[in-house]
C-alpha cells in the first residue's frame, strides 16, 4: 500500500521555468576552514575561488559563503563590524567580486551570509552608541535599557545568553558613570540592533542592494527569528530551578515574535526586483508550525529545515521529519529544505556513531567516543535519502568526505564564545580545516602546512585527492546522487513522493515516480521485497549484492 504526499501548487507544477533554488543542492562554504591560498593558515576568498571547480564538479548548483566580512572574529565571522566590506584575513572585494564571477563561469549561484540581529560591538554605530549617551539616536540603533534596582545595577530583566550567562552588560558612560546596559542575545561583543528603528531597516536595506549590484544571488539569513524584541522587554517565566522556562518544541521570548515576518515583507521586493531569482533562506529554529509564517510569495523564499537534521536514526523519527515539512511548506507553496549538517552542529558522520538515546550536547567532548564506522555507514545513507527528497539539499563543506567531528582540540585552541564563556565544547569541532591532499602538509589547506585548528591524522585518509575517482568512496557517492538527483528531476515535485506501507519495520520507504528509495535502519541485512528484485539498482550508500537490503543502507532503485 502507498501512502501519498501533497506535491506542489499546480501553477508552480505548470511552470516552465522554475526558479533554480526550488530544487537546488547548495554547498556550504566556511571561509575559515576551506582553503587558505597566502600561507597563514586561515582559509580566504581566494582559497575558495582556486577550489570553485571542486565544487562544481560536485554536480551542486549554488555555494553559500558563510560570512567573510570585517570582523574581530569572537564568534568566528558572526560578529560583523562592516557589512559591505571583506575581513583582510580572507582577501578584499575585488577578491569578492572575482569570485562571484568565476562561480558564475562554473554555473554555480552565489549565495551570501547576512546577520541582522546583532553586530560586532566594533562597528562603528555601536562604538557611537556608546559615545553618544542615553537618550541619542546613535543609542536607539541598538537594544539599551536602564537597569532595574536601585542604582540600576541589575540587569534590565531575567534573559539569558545563547551562549550561556546573562543577556545584558552594563557600560560605563561617557562621563565615566555607571551607565545603561546593553542587550546580546549571543556573546557580549554581539549587541543586538534595535528593529524597532526605521533607521536599522534602512541600513539593511542598503546591505542587501550593495551584495546584489555585487552579483549575489541569495542570502541566507542567520538568526532570522530574532531582531523584533517583545515589547516592554518583559521578564521570562522561570521553572522551580530559576532557569528560563521553555515550553517543549517552544523558544525563548526573546524569539519568533510578532513583526519578524515583516522584516520579510520587506525585503522580498528588493530581491524581486533584480533579474535572475534572487532568493532568501533562513536559519529559523522556530516551532514546526510557524514555518508557514515565515515563507510564501511575499516573505522568505525558504527555511530550514532542522527537524529532518534532529531527527534520530529511525523509521518513525525520520519518516516524521520528512512528511510534516513538506505539508508545511507545500501549503504555502515553497520547497522545503533538507539539511543534515552545518557549522554549528556535530557532523553527521559523528552524530549517527551515538546510541539513540545520546544527548548531543554542545559541541563533542573528549569523552564521548562515537562509532566511528557505524556514524559514517548511516550518514552515507541518511545523505542518500536526502538527496532524494523534493525540494533544496543543502551540503556542508567536508559532508561529502565523511569527515567526523573533531572532539580532540586543546581548549586554548578553541574558539567559540559558547566554550570560553560556560566550559562546554562548542562547534570547533565541525569547523577544523579541510584535508584535500593525503601527503601533503595541513593535508593542502595550506602551503605552509599552517592551520588554524589542528587536523585529526584520520583526515588524510579522508582527503579529497584520496577518494577522486575511487568506487565507492564518499565523495564519489556524492558525485553520483547529486548526478542522478538531478537527472530524475527527484528535487522537483514533479515525480510526486508517496510512502511505502507494506515493508519490514525497520525499513523506510518510499517512491519518487518510478524511482525506490529503500533505508534499512535496522542490524540485519534483509531481502528485498518481491516485487522489487528485478528492479534495476541505481546507486547504493554501502556494498549491496543482488537482490539484499543491508543493514543502515539506502539502495535507489528503478522500476523496470
Not at 101 to 107: K, N, S, V
Request: net charge negative.
Amino acid at each position: 500500500m502507498i501512502s501519498p504526499q501533497p506535491t506542489a501548487s499546480a501553477a508552480h507544477e505548470a511552470s516552465a521555468t522554475p526558479a533554480w533554488w526550488r530544487d537546488a543542492v547548495v554547498y556550504q562554504v566556511y571561509p575559515r576552514s576551506f582553503a587558505d591560498s597566502n600561507g597563514d593558515g586561515m582559509g580566504d576568498l581566494p582559497g575558495i575561488t582556486a577550489r570553485l571547480p571542486y565544487i562544481a564538479s560536485l554536480g551542486v548548483d549554488a555555494i553559500w559563503l558563510s560570512p567573510f566580512y570585517p570582523s574581530p572574529q569572537h564568534d568566528g565571522g558572526y560578529d560583523v563590524s562592516d557589512y559591505t566590506d571583506v575581513d583582510p584575513r580572507f582577501g578584499s572585494l575585488a577578491d569578492a567580486d572575482a569570485l562571484i564571477a568565476r562561480a558564475h563561469e562554473l554555473g554555480l549561484k552565489v549565495i551570501v551570509d547576512i546577520v541582522p540581529n546583532h553586530s560586532s560591538s566594533e562597528h562603528e554605530l555601536f562604538q557611537a552608541a556608546l559615545a553618544a549617551g542615553p537618550g541619542s539616536p546613535e543609542r536607539d540603533m541598538y537594544v539599551f535599557a536602564e537597569g532595574k534596582g536601585e542604582h540600576g545595577e541589575l540587569p534590565p530583566n531575567n534573559w539569558t545568553s545563547i551562549f550561556h550567562g546573562e543577556a545584558w552588560t552594563r557600560i560605563t558612560e561617557p562621563d565615566g558613570t555607571p551607565g545603561q546596559w546593553y542587550l546580546h542575545l549571543f556573546d557580549t561583543t554581539q549587541p543586538d540592533w534595535n528593529w524597532e528603528n526605521p533607521a536599522v531597516h534602512e541600513l539593511f536595506e542598503r546591505v542587501l542592494r550593495f551584495w546584489l549590484d555585487r552579483g549575489a544571488d541569495g542570502f541566507r539569513v542567520d538568526v532570522a527569528h530574532g531582531m523584533v524584541k517583545p515589547e516592554g522587554l518583559p521578564d521570562a517565566q522561570v521553572n522551580s530551578e530559576g532557569l528560563i522556562d521553555i515550553p517543549e518544541g517552544e523558544v525563548p521570548i526573546y524569539f519568533d515574535n510578532d513583526g519578524v515576518v515583516d522584516i520579510y515583507r520587506q525585503w522580498r521586493p528588493i530581491l524581486d526586483s533584480y533579474e535572475g531569482d534572487r532568493m532568501m533562506v533562513l536559519e529559523a529554529w522556530i516551532p514546526e508550525h510557524r514555518l508557514p509564517q515565515y515563507i510564501g510569495q511575499d516573505r522568505a523564499h525558504q527555511s530550514f529545515n532542522f527537524g529532518f537534521l534532529q531527527a534520530r536514526w529511525g523509521v518513525e523519527t525520520m519518516r516524521r521529519a520528512i512528511e510534516k515539512p513538506l505539508a508545511l511548506a507545500d501549503a504555502v507553496d515553497s520547497p522545503t529544505t533538507w539539511v543534515l549538517s552545518n557549522h554549528d552542529v556535530i557532523r553527521h558522520a559523528t552524530r549517527y556513531g551515538f546510541a539513540p538515546d545520546h544527548r548531543f550536547g554542545e559541541g563533542l567532548s573528549r569523552e564521548e567516543v562515537p562509532d566511528a564506522e557505524l556514524g559514517l555507514l548511516r550518514a552515507r545513507a541518511a545523505s542518500l535519502l536526502m538527496l532524494a527528497l523534493p525540494g533544496s539539499a543543502y551540503l556542508y563543506q567536508g559532508e561529502e568526505l565523511g569527515l567526523p567531528e573533531v572532539a580532540d582540540i586543546p581548549d586554548e585552541l578553541r574558539e567559540d564564545p559558547a566554550h570560553h564563556r560556560a566550559g562546554v565544547p562548542g562547534r570547533d569541532g565541525c569547523r577544523v580545516p579541510l584535508p584535500w591532499q593525503q601527503d601533503a602538509p595541513a593535508f593542502g589547506f595550506s602551503p605552509t602546512g599552517e592551520s588554524w585548528l589542528p587536523q585529526p591524522e584520520v583526515f588524510g585518509q579522508l582527503a579529497a585527492d584520496a577518494q577522486e575517482g575511487v568506487e565507492g568512496s564518499t565523495l564519489e557517492l556524492y558525485r553520483t546522487a547529486i548526478r542522478l538527483r538531478s537527472e530524475l528531476g527527484l528535487g522537483r515535485p514533479t515525480a510526486p513522493l508517496a510512502f511505502l506501507e507494506d515493508l519490514p519495520a525497520p525499513v523506510l520507504g518510499l517512491t519518487r515516480g518510478d524511482v525506490v528509495v529503500l533505508v534499512n535502519t535496522g542490524e540485519e541485512d534483509l531481502e528485498l521485497p518481491t516485487h522489487l528484485r528485478e528492479a534495476e539498482l541505481l546507486v547504493a550508500s554501502a556494498p549491496s549484492a543482488p537482490g539484499t537490503l543491508p543493514a543502515d543502507t539506502t539502495l535507489w532503485l528503478r522500476r523496470r
